[in-house]
């Protein structure tokens, strides 16, 4: 296993509208590619990574859900392939972060309650109902998929206060 680098804001790859994966390609590269992701993920104390957060153009990310009732065992860990929301219902706004936007925390509004479809690791096709955090970490990485970062969906009113940050923030990042 290894901790991969983690792209960051203003890379042209956390832009890019990532490709379809089709899963008998990947299946090969997947046991060592997801590992390693688990391991960054885990590493920075991340809720999700995405692939190309390592650089990869593949529709795909992990979710790390943390255990609610022990932080310290082991969180379970979703593989979403080619993911897609069926339905949304609720909404809620709760500060979020990101691993390609390293200490920065903004208020984002999302559905707490959606359904839906994507392929596992093993290859198959899961619909699924989620809510709470899991909901929120779903969003959040499909938005990688299609090239959103979450500050996009921050209140414009604070998206100066959002720029200044990132500006200040960004010569720590490695
Ligand atoms: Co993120």
């Given at each position: 296993?290894?901790?991969?680098?983690?792209?960051?804001?203003?890379?042209?790859?956390?832009?890019?509208?990532?490709?379809?994966?089709?899963?008998?390609?990947?299946?090969?590269?997947?046991?060592?590619?997801?590992?390693?992701?688990?391991?960054?993920?885990?590493?920075?104390?991340?809720?999700?990574?995405?692939?190309?957060?390592?650089?990869?153009?593949?529709?795909?990310?992990?979710?790390?859900?943390?255990?609610?009732?022990?932080?310290?065992?082991?969180?379970?860990?979703?593989?979403?392939?080619?993911?897609?929301?069926?339905?949304?219902?609720?909404?809620?706004?709760?500060?979020?972060?990101?691993?390609?936007?390293?200490?920065?925390?903004?208020?984002?509004?999302?559905?707490?309650?959606?359904?839906?479809?994507?392929?596992?690791?093993?290859?198959?096709?899961?619909v699924?109902?989620?809510?709470?955090?899991l909901?929120?970490?779903?969003?959040?990485?499909?938005?990688?998929?299609?090239?959103?970062?979450?500050?996009?969906?921050?209140?414009?009113?604070l998206?100066?206060?959002?720029?200044?940050?990132?500006?200040?923030?960004?010569?720590?990042?490695?």
């Amino acid at each position: 296993m290894a901790i991969l680098r983690v792209t960051k804001y203003g890379e042209d790859i956390l832009r890019q509208k990532l490709k379809p994966v089709n899963y008998a390609d990947i299946a090969p590269v997947l046991p060592k590619l997801l590992a390693d992701m688990e391991e960054t993920c885990m590493a920075k104390n991340g809720v999700g990574l995405s692939a190309n957060q390592v650089g990869l153009d593949y529709r795909l990310a992990i979710i790390l859900l943390p255990n609610s009732k022990n932080e310290n065992a082991k969180p379970t860990r979703y593989v979403i392939i080619n993911p897609v929301i069926l339905s949304k219902r609720g909404e809620a706004t709760e500060e979020e972060g990101c691993l390609s936007v390293p200490g920065l925390w903004a208020d984002v509004t999302r559905a707490t309650d959606i359904t839906v479809r994507y392929t596992d690791e093993n290859g198959e096709e899961q619909v699924k109902r989620m809510r709470g955090l899991l909901a929120k970490a779903f969003q959040h990485e499909l938005d990688h998929l299609d090239g959103k970062i979450f500050v996009d969906l921050v209140d414009p009113k604070l998206k100066p206060e959002v720029k200044k940050l990132i500006k200040k923030l960004r010569p720590q990042w490695d």
